[in-house]
C-alpha cells in the first residue's frame, strides 16, 4: 500500500510517500524565513506560500520514492489542530487528490503524527511497547498522553496557558535571539551557567498533570528588567546566556516533573518524546536520567527532521488507521483548528 500524505498545518509545506509503515520520502519546505521577519506566523502568508509551493512538494515527494501518483492508494491529510486557512492548502489538495485517482482518504491529527514521528524508524517500531506515556511538546501544544494500543489515547495532563515551545520562542524573544527561538535559546543555555539566576518551577505545589509556562515567562520578564535597569542597558551575552540556561534548567525540570509523576501514576515504564521541543538536548539528557534511575526508557525521533513538522509522521499514523480500514469520506475531511487528542 502505497500512503501520500500532506501536512500544512502551520509554517511548514510538507508531502511524503510511505509503502506500509515504511517511509520513502519526506520533503519539507520551510517558511520560517518569511514569518521570523514578523516575529510570528501569519496565517495569510502561509496559507499564500502552502498554495505556491504544494504542488512542487509533492512531485519532490513522488519522486524521490520513485512512486507514481497513479500508483498512490491512500491520500491522508492533516485535519488539525492547526491554523484553520493554512491547513485547508493541505486538506484542499488531498481531497482533489483523491477525487481524481478515486482513491479513499484519512484526515490526520498533527498531534497524532508527533507520537507517532517515532515510529517512522522501522527499529523502532519493533522496539516500542505498548502501554507507553507520549511527552509532546510543541510550539502549540504540552500534552501527557497514555496510549494503550495504536490509536488509542487518554489524555492526562495538558497546558493550562502558554505551550512550552512557546515559553521557548517568548523568552528567546525577550533575549533579542529572534523567532522563532527556541533552539537558538538552547545554543546559548549551553554556554551558560543554569544556577546563575533562581526562577521558579511551576505547579510543584499542586497534584496532576498539566502544565504551565506563564508565571515562568513573567519571572524571566521580571529578571530582565531587573538586571537591565528597566531597559536602560542592554544585556551581556553573558547574562543572555545565563538567562537562557536558568530558564531552560527550570522549563526542563517542570516537563521532567510532570512526566514522572505519570510514570508513578500508571506505572507505564515507555516513554516517547514528540514535537519540535523534542529537539531540546537537555530535555532529552534530563527525561532519559530521570526514566533511567526508575527503570523506565525514554524514546524520541532518531532524525532531527522528524522533530519538527512533517508529513512522514501523517504517513506513519494514516498506515495504522488504514490497517483498520478507518477511511473517510471526501466531504467529511475539513480543518479542524481546535482537534484535541483524545
Ligand atoms: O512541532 P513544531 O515544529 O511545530 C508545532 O507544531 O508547533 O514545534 C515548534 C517549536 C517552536 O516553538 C520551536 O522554538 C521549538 O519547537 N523548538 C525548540 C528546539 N527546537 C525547536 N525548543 C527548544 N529547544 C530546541 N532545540
Ligand atoms: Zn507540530
Known amino acids: 500500500m502505497y500512503i501520500l500524505a500532506i501536512d500544512t498545518s502551520c509554517d511548514d509545506t510538507s508531502a511524503a510517500v510511505s509503502q506500509d509503515a515504511h517511509v520513502l520520502s519526506n520533503i519539507i519546505s520551510s517558511q520560517v524565513e518569511l514569518h ?60 482533489e487528490l483523491a477525487i481524481e485517482y478515486s482513491k479513499p482518504i484519512i484526515g490526520v491529527n498533527h498531534m497524532e503524527g508527533h507520537i507517532y514521528s517515532n515510529f517512522v524508524e522501522p527499529s523502532r517500531t519493533e522496539e516500542i511497547a505498548f502501554p507507553l506515556l507520549a ?7 504540552t500534552e501527557l498522553v497514555l496510549m494503550k494500543d495504536h490509536g488509542q489515547y487518554q489524555l492526562l495532563g495538558q497546558k493550562l496557558d502558554d505551550a512550552a515551545g512557546e515559553a521557548f520562542d517568548k523568552v528567546a524573544r525577550m533575549l533579542g535571539l529572534g523567532y522563532p527561538g527556541g533552539a537558538v535559546l538552547a545554543q546559548m543555555a549551553e554556554e551558560g551557567d543554569e544556577n546563575a539566576y533562581k526562577l521558579p518551577v511551576p505547579l510543584t505545589l499542586q497534584k496532576g498533570l498539566d502544565f504551565s509556562f506563564s508565571g515562568l515567562k513573567t519571572a524571566v520578564v521580571r529578571l530582565v528588567s531587573e538586571i537591565t535597569s528597566q531597559g536602560a542597558r542592554s544585556l551581556t551575552k553573558k547574562e543572555v546566556q545565563d538567562i537562557a540556561a536558568s530558564f531552560q534548567r527550570v522549563t526542563v525540570k517542570h516537563l521532567v516533573n510532570q512526566t514522572m509523576r505519570a510514570v508513578e501514576q500508571t506505572g507505564v515504564q515507555q516513554v516517547l518524546l514528540g514535537g519540535g521541543v523534542s529537539a531540546n538536548l537537555a530535555l532529552r539528557k534530563e527525561l532519559r536520567s530521570a526514566l533511567k534511575a526508575v527503570n523506565s526508557k525514554l524514546y524520541f525521533p532518531i532524525n532531527p527532521k522528524l522533530c519538527m513538522d512533517n508529513a512522514a509522521m501523517i504517513a506513519e499514523v494514516a498506515y495504522y488507521k488504514a490497517m483498520k480500514n478507518e477511511f473517510n469520506d471526501v466531504s467529511s475531511v475539513e480543518r479542524a483548528p481546535g482537534l484535541r487528542i483524545a
Do not use: Y
Open 36 to 95: 521570523s521577519e514578523f516575529g510570528g506566523v501569519m496565517p495569510d502568508v502561509a496559507r499564500r506560500e502552502h498554495k505556491a509551493r504544494i504542488d512542487e512538494v509533492i512531485q519532490k515527494a513522488l519522486k524521490q520514492a520513485g512512486v507514481t501518483i497513479e500508483q498512490i492508494d491512500v491520500f491522508a491529510v492533516t485535519k488539525g489542530p492547526g491554523l484553520a486557512i493554512a491547513l485547508g492548502v493541505g486538506i484542499d489538495k488531498a481531497k
Open 135 to 141: 511527552l509532546l511538546v510543541s510550539g502549540g501544544h
